[in-house]
Every structure is written in C-alpha cells, then in structure tokens.
C-alpha cells in the first residue's frame, strides 16, 4: 500500500513537471510565426477586409500567459482613402495561469499602443464599418442569434469567476478620425490614452482619460463601480469629472441603478460657471445665436439632481445661473409617447431683449402684414403645422419672476400657470404687477382641430399709461390711470387668420390723464374763428381730461366702437365707427364739443356749445379726415358765413378744416 502510494506520487510529480517544462519549453521550440498567414488569413475571410501582423509575435504560457502582436492593420473597403481602417503598433496582453483553476483571473496587463480608427462616410452615405463580415451573411447572421442567446444566457447565470484582478489596462497615444465627404466635416480626436486601475470586481474602478478633440483639451477622471459579481444586475456608482477646451468643467456623481425592477440613474450633475461665446470661439464655430447685447450669455453654470429610467425622468433642486439671472427649478416628464410634463421655475430677473435678435433695419412690419393680408383671397391662411404632438401632452407647469424684461417694458411680480392635455392649453391665471398697476390675463389655447381656437381675457387695474407707452413705443401720447377690461377669441396661428377671425368686447378706460400732442379745445377754437393752429413752440400742447373711455365689440376681424367719450373741462369728445383688420381700413365719426363748465369726469349732463364734427376714413397708412358736411350744415351756433370760412380755411394760417385735422392728428406722433 505504501509502496503504491509511493508510485502515484512519483508519478504526479513526474506528470507536473512534465506540463511545467512543456509550458516554459514549448514556446522556445515552437515557432509561432508560422501560423501568422493562417491567422492573417481567418482573419481576412470573417471580416471581408485585408488584415496583417508584423513579424514581431511573441508568447508566453507559464506563469503568465501572454501574447504580444505588432503592427496589426484591418484595410479599409474600397472607394475609401484611409488605407487602414484599423491600425495598433503593439498590443500586450498577459493572464495568470494558476488561478484559473479557482475560478480567478489575475490579469497583468492589457495594453493598446497607438491605435488608430479611420472612420469614414461616402457621398451616397456610406459608412467604411459597414457590411463587415463574411461573404454570406445569414451564416454570420446565425451566429450572432447563436452568440446573442449565449450571452443571454451567460447574463442570466452571472460571471463564471470568483474575482478579478487586473493591473493595467490602457490604450496609449490613440487616434480617431471622422470623414463626411458628403458634408466636408472632418473630425478628429488624437493623444487619446485612457488608463483603467484597481479593476476588479467588488471596488470600484479608477479612470483616468485624456484626449485633444480637433485639436483642443479634453479629460474625464473618476470611477465608477464596483462592478459586482453580476455585471449589469447590481448597481453601480459614478464619481466622474469631465474638462474641455480649458473653458468647460462638469462632475457627475451618483448610481447607475441597475438592480431595480427598471434600471436608471440617481446622479448630482454640477456645471461650473463657463462661457458660451468663448466655448464655441475655442472650437472655431461661428455662435449660433445673435443677440442684441454681445455681452450675453457669457456667463452660464448649472447644478441639478436627476433622476431618470426609460419611463421617466425627473430634475430637482435645479439652479440655473445665466448671466446676472439665477433660475430655481424643479421638473419632470413621464409616459414619453405621450410626454406627462411637469414644471416648477422661479426666475429673480432677466431681461428678455438682450438675448432677442437684433432689430432689422428696413420694412414695416404693419405694411407686410398688410401687403400680406390683401393678398390673400378665401379663407385663412395656414401654417401648415401638425398639432398631433401637443394633443398627445399633458402639461402642468407653474412660473414665477420677480422682474421681467421685454420690449423694453418693466414688470414685476409675474406668475403663470399652464395646463394642457388632450389638446386644450390654459394660462390661468397670468399675473404681473404692471406700472403702479396690476394686469390679470387669462388664456385657452384648443388645438384639437385643423386650426387653434384661442380665447383671452385680460384685465387691468390702475395701470400708468404715460410711462407704459412711453417704454413700449418710444411716444408721449397719453396720460393716466388705466383700467381695461379686454375679452378677445380668434381662429388660426397666422396674422392673416387672426385678423380675418377676431371677435370679442371690452372696454379701456383712462382717468386723470391727459392727450399729449395735441391742444383739441384750443385747436377746435381756432379753427372756428379762422385763427389757424398756432400753438406755443416752448410747451407741448396737451388736452387733459377727467376720463377717456373706448368700449368696443369685434367680429369677424372688424372692431366697432359704438361711443367712445372723453369728458374734460370745456370739452366733450364722442367718437363712434369701426376699422376692419384684414382691410386695415378706417371709418370713424368723431363729435368734438366746447361747453360752458369746467366739471370732466362724472358730468353726465347734456351741454350745448359749438360742434364741428369729423369723418375718419381710409386706411391706417392713408386716413382720410374731412369734416361731417351734412352734421356741420346743421350747427345752430354758426351761420353760414362761417361754416363757410372754416372749410375754405380762411384766416390767418388757411388751410382747410382736413388739413387742420391732420395736422392735429399728427401732433399725437410727433
């Protein structure tokens, strides 16, 4: 018993050196190079593409496994100019034997030397990495159900090994390049080196990357892991930093949630504050968009928590810094097919009109909304958008800003609140504190049909018109307390439909103001007398009044102002008629009056005096104003003589009554 013992011991040991000599002497003895062609060759066949190796082969069997190649080129298809489509110097690779029996890989190195990747697309679309396999493709296609099941399968079961050890693993000085012949862009990444340490599967593993993108820096540092023992089923944190062209540095930090029912992603994403303008100079393109002011968006950073999955995504503790504004935010979207979007913003400033396009020299857009409008004929025009998409939404979002800038008008207070879904939209209610005043507006938006049906109802309280027309137009018009109340619908997204469809009513109202420009009392007085329309050139003319009121109705694109009143010491002013909006044409009838009392706002009691009546007709670039013969003739208060003056324009400046009127009117521009 002993003795045989003895025996197959000796014999175990014999049979261990025996492997152990054949593995350190079998690569001494054997030439590996003469399976090089046959390599180069099964290579050559599965690809479709030419492939060699350098002579430089070498390998090791005990105790690393090891091979090292050089000099390894995948040729490119034909009608490409790279003459490689892949190309490596050196690649090493060296793997412990021993622990393989215990399930252990232990891995010394793996190591690419100078890799390149020429990546190109043709004309008609091409790409150089298609159609790469053997001829016959439904064997290869076979084999990759095959390879893709397995994988499956293998997925499913977990890794096969106990741990893994890997010393380094790193790709030295690479090359990717990208041709589009058919757009001329080329790209280019180059000094790329990406070094992988700790890799193993229960810490989490190193990364360290850095590259020049056409020629400006970019690195990514950080780890990610660890990997488990179930790649894929586990889940993983990310603790990475990204740096580009010396002008854009951004972390992410968090976990890839791998192991819930459906995986995703709880991250921290921080952009450090950086500049756009410098961003795109750095990468040598033009800025894609043109400001007024050139000293916006300069300035931009933004932190944010995410939290997403292929069903949802979600944004919370937001801040946005852009330029001098700051934006909080809090977000979220479901159901992509249908998006289910939600939204929470709270904006301190901004102001809106440096970041819009700059003004156009040139062209009115009032007599390209009119020069478009006579030229339609038939119904309205369209756009010819597709609103499916916003019938599919569902919308809830709420907004707030301390001040806000636009058109060169100042509000502050702002809040809206949007919904939408199944296709309706409403901004309800929309709130501002407006010029010493406050404006209410609320708003429905149906796109369920061909063409949107929109509706709005605005309201205003003590709002100061001098300053809000002097901010929106640039002109001293009027003056005074406003109070609107404006209800409107239309049909339609182009100006066209919208004129041609406007309907609704209201009413403006201006108390304790005044009509700056023109002197209506002192004007009407002279023109009775034959005095002309001297005014003194030292002092703006005005006509100040107690209350200045404009009800309307529209229909149909055409605005009827049944009695518009301006009550003012010495004064009474009735306006009535209508202006069609896709006619832009005029046809009012304004009754001015001089009466004998110095009471305005509240006076409602009937006053004689002398009235010289006026027809407003024509369009709105060409208004004719003539005075109401037939109303004139009817005047008790003057004989005929001087009815007859005033329209000859007898007196010191002549003129006739028209052309005092224009000119009265023009004094509202001036």
Same mark, same amino acid.
């Given at each position: 018993?002993?003795?045989?013992?003895?025996?197959? &011991?000796?014999?175990?040991?014999?049979?261990?050196?025996? +492997?152990?000599?054949?593995?350190?002497?079998?690569?001494?003895?054997?030439?590996?190079?003469?399976?090089?062609?046959?390599?180069?060759?099964?290579?050559?066949?599965?690809?479709?593409?030419?492939?060699?190796?350098?002579?430089?082969?070498?390998?090791?069997?005990?105790?690393?496994?090891?091979?090292?190649?050089?000099?390894?080129?995948?040729?490119?298809?034909?009608?490409?100019?790279? /003459?490689?489509?892949?190309?490596?110097?050196?690649?090493?690779?060296?793997?412990? +034997?021993?622990?393989?029996?215990?399930?252990?890989?232990?891995? *010394?190195?793996?190591?690419?030397?100078?890799? !390149?990747?020429?990546?190109?697309?043709?004309?008609? /679309?091409?790409?150089?990495?298609?159609?790469?396999?053997?001829?016959?493709?439904?064997?290869?296609? %076979?084999?990759?159900?095959?390879?893709?099941?397995?994988?499956?399968?293998?997925?499913?079961?977990?890794?096969?090994?106990?741990?893994?050890?890997?010393?380094?693993?790193?790709?030295?000085?690479?090359?990717?390049?990208?041709? $589009?012949?058919?757009?001329?862009?080329?790209?280019?990444?180059?000094?790329?080196?990406?070094?992988?340490?700790?890799?193993?599967?229960?810490?989490?593993?190193?990364?360290?990357?850095?590259?020049?993108?056409?020629?400006?820096?970019?690195?990514?540092?950080?780890?990610?892991?660890?990997?488990?023992?179930?790649?894929?089923?586990?889940?993983?944190?990310? %603790?990475?930093?990204?740096?580009?062209?010396?002008?854009?540095?951004?972390?992410?930090?968090?976990?890839?949630?791998?192991?819930?029912?459906?995986?995703?992603?709880?991250?921290?994403?921080?952009?450090?504050?950086?500049?756009?303008?410098?961003?795109?100079? =750095?990468?040598?393109?033009?800025?894609?968009?043109?400001?007024?002011?050139?000293?916006?968006?300069?300035?931009?950073?933004?932190?944010?928590?995410?939290?997403?999955?292929?069903?949802?995504?979600?944004?919370?503790?937001?801040?946005?810094?852009? %330029?001098?504004?700051?934006?909080?935010?809090?977000?979220?979207?479901?159901?992509?097919?249908?998006? #289910?979007?939600?939204?929470?913003?709270?904006?301190?400033?901004?102001?809106?009109?440096?970041?819009?396009?700059?003004?156009?020299?040139?062209?009115?857009?009032?007599?390209?909304?009119?020069?478009?409008?006579?030229?339609?004929?038939?119904?309205?025009?369209?756009?010819?958008?597709?609103?499916?998409?916003?019938?599919?939404?569902?919308? $809830?979002? =709420? *907004?707030?800003?301390?001040?806000?800038?636009?058109?060169?008008?100042?509000?502050?207070?702002?809040?809206?609140?949007?919904?939408? !879904?199944?296709?309706?939209?409403?901004?309800?209610?929309?709130?501002?504190?407006?010029?010493?005043?406050?404006?209410?507006?609320?708003?429905?938006?149906?796109?369920?049909?061909?063409?949107?049906?929109?509706?709005?109802?605005?309201?205003?309280?003590?709002?100061?018109?001098?300053?809000?027309?002097?901010?929106?137009?640039?002109? #001293?018009?009027?003056?005074?307390?406003?109070? *609107?109340?404006?209800? &409107?619908?239309?049909? /339609?997204?182009?100006?066209?439909?919208?004129?041609?469809?406007?309907?609704?009513?209201?009413?403006?109202?201006?108390?304790?103001?005044?009509?700056?420009?023109?002197?209506?009392?002192?004007?009407?007085?002279?023109?009775?007398?034959?005095?002309?329309?001297?005014?003194?050139?030292?002092?703006?003319?005005?006509?100040?009044?107690?209350?200045?009121?404009?009800?309307?109705?529209?229909?149909?694109?055409?605005?009827?102002?049944?009695?518009?009143?301006?009550?003012?010491?010495?004064?009474?002013?009735?306006?009535?008629?209508?202006?069609?909006?896709?006619?832009?044409?005029? $046809?009012?009838?304004?009754?001015?009056?001089?009466?004998?009392?110095?009471?305005?706002?509240? %006076?409602?009691?009937?006053?004689?005096? &002398?009235?010289?009546?006026?027809?407003?007709?024509?369009?709105?670039?060409?208004?004719?104003?003539?005075?109401?013969?037939?109303?004139?003739?009817?005047?008790?208060?003057? $004989?005929?003589?001087?009815?007859?003056?005033?329209?000859?324009?007898?007196?010191?400046?002549? /003129?006739?009554?028209?052309?005092?009127? =224009?000119?009265?009117?023009?004094?509202?521009?001036?």
């Amino acid at each position: 018993m002993k003795k045989a013992m003895k025996w197959g &011991l000796a014999i175990v040991g014999l049979l261990v050196v025996l +492997v152990v000599g054949a593995v350190i002497v079998l690569p001494m003895v054997v030439d590996v190079n003469q399976y090089k062609p046959k390599i180069e060759a099964l290579v050559s066949e599965q690809t479709g593409r030419s492939f060699t190796m350098g002579d430089d082969i070498d390998l090791s069997v005990f105790p690393w496994v090891g091979v090292r190649l050089t000099d390894v080129a995948l040729g490119n298809a034909k009608g490409f100019k790279a /003459g490689q489509m892949v190309s490596v110097k050196s690649f090493e690779v060296r793997l412990k +034997v021993m622990p393989l029996f215990s399930k252990q890989i232990e891995i *010394a190195s793996f190591i690419l030397d100078s890799p !390149k990747i020429a990546l190109e697309k043709n004309k008609a /679309g091409t790409g150089n990495w298609e159609n790469i396999g053997p001829a016959g493709g439904s064997n290869a296609a %076979d084999a990759g159900k095959k390879t893709e099941a397995s994988s499956t399968a293998a997925a499913s079961q977990g890794l096969p090994i106990s741990s893994l050890s890997v010393g380094r693993c790193a790709i030295v000085n690479g090359t990717l390049s990208y041709t $589009d012949a058919a757009s001329g862009m080329i790209k280019t990444v180059s000094d790329l080196n990406v070094e992988l340490t700790d890799i193993s599967l229960d810490k989490p593993v190193k990364l360290e990357l850095s590259a020049l993108v056409d020629g400006q820096p970019l690195s990514l540092s950080g780890s990610a892991g660890p990997i488990g023992s179930n790649p894929g089923k586990e889940n993983m944190s990310v %603790d990475l930093a990204l740096k580009a062209l010396d002008t854009l540095s951004m972390t992410i930090k968090g976990s890839l949630l791998l192991a819930e029912k459906t995986p995703g992603v709880d991250a921290a994403i921080a952009v450090d504050p950086f500049s756009p303008r410098a961003l795109f100079e =750095k990468l040598g393109q033009p800025f894609p968009v043109e400001t007024q002011d050139a000293t916006v968006l300069t300035k931009v950073s933004l932190a944010a928590s995410l939290k997403g999955s292929a069903q949802s995504v979600s944004l919370s503790d937001g801040k946005l810094m852009l %330029d001098d504004s700051t934006l909080t935010f809090t977000a979220g979207a479901k159901a992509f097919d249908k998006p #289910d979007i939600r939204f929470d913003l709270s904006l301190d400033k901004i102001n809106a009109d440096r970041y819009l396009p700059p003004k156009k020299e040139g062209g009115s857009g009032t007599a390209a909304a009119a020069s478009g409008s006579t030229g339609s004929s038939g119904g309205a025009a369209s756009s010819g958008i597709d609103y499916t998409p916003l019938r599919k939404l569902v919308l $809830d979002g =709420k *907004a707030a800003i301390g001040e806000f800038k636009v058109a060169n008008l100042t509000m502050t207070n702002v809040t809206a609140h949007v919904t939408g !879904k199944n296709g309706v939209f409403d901004l309800q209610p929309f709130s501002m504190d407006l010029y010493q005043g406050n404006s209410t507006l609320n708003a429905r938006v149906d796109v369920r049909g061909e063409a949107p049906v929109s509706t709005v109802d605005l309201k205003t309280t003590d709002v100061q018109a001098g300053p809000l027309v002097r901010d929106g137009s640039g002109k #001293d018009i009027i003056e005074g307390a406003l109070a *609107a109340d404006v209800a &409107l619908s239309m049909t /339609g997204d182009t100006p066209e439909a919208v004129k041609k469809t406007l309907g609704g009513k209201g009413s403006l109202t201006f108390t304790d103001g005044a009509i700056v420009g023109i002197d209506i009392a002192g004007t009407l007085r002279n023109a009775a007398s034959g005095i002309g329309l001297s005014q003194n050139a030292t002092e703006k003319p005005r006509t100040d009044f107690a209350e200045l009121k404009i009800p309307y109705t529209a229909s149909q694109g055409v605005v009827t102002i049944a009695g518009a009143s301006l009550m003012s010491p010495l004064l009474r002013l009735a306006a009535s008629g209508n202006t069609s909006l896709p006619a832009e044409s005029l $046809d009012f009838k304004v009754e001015p009056k001089l009466v004998a009392t110095l009471k305005g706002q509240g %006076d409602t009691e009937s006053r004689s005096g &002398l009235l010289i009546p006026l027809l407003i007709t024509g369009t709105w670039q060409d208004p004719k104003i003539r005075p109401d013969m037939e109303a004139l003739l009817k005047q008790k208060a003057m $004989d005929t003589d001087a009815i007859k003056s005033i329209i000859k324009g007898d007196g010191d400046s002549g /003129g006739s009554v028209e052309d005092k009127a =224009k000119s009265l009117i023009k004094g509202l521009f001036n």
